[in-house]
């Protein structure tokens, strides 16, 4: 079994930045894609990036891209989504995942792991 728990979460005014960790325990996450997805207030969760085992595949989704980057160590068993430029739209709930399956999947059934989530705000 993994566990998966988030960190960094919080309040910033809009154009700032946080930095999210994602620290994986339990089982070795050898191979496996680890991610962001966020959901905000009345909406639906959303796949947000993405980063595979070895760090070459990202993805990201275009709302975000330019302004979030993801990256991982795997010798921490950490990933981390880095966000600058943040608007009130950044606004959610970031729930870290992993997955056996490839980095460029954003359905939420193909994530395998979950974490319980950190809240970001960001105010206007």
């Known amino acids: 079994q993994v566990q998966l728990a988030e960190s960094g979460g919080g309040l910033v005014q809009a154009g700032g930045s946080l930095r999210l960790s994602c620290r994986a325990s339990?089982?070795?996450?050898?191979?496996?894609?680890m991610g962001w997805f966020r959901q905000a207030p009345g909406k639906e969760r959303e796949f947000v990036a993405a980063i595979s085992w070895s760090g070459i595949d990202r993805n990201l989704v275009d709302s975000v891209k330019g302004r979030f980057t993801i990256s991982r160590d795997n010798a921490k068993s950490t990933s981390y989504l880095q966000m600058n430029s943040l608007k009130p739209d950044d606004t959610a709930i970031y729930y870290c995942?992993?997955?056996?399956?490839?980095?460029?999947?954003?359905?939420?059934?193909?994530?395998?792991?979950w974490g319980p989530g950190t809240q970001v705000t960001v105010s206007s």
């Open positions: 339990g089982r070795t996450l050898t191979k496996f894609a």
């Open positions: 995942v992993a997955t056996a399956n490839s980095a460029y999947t954003t359905r939420m059934d193909e994530w395998d792991f």
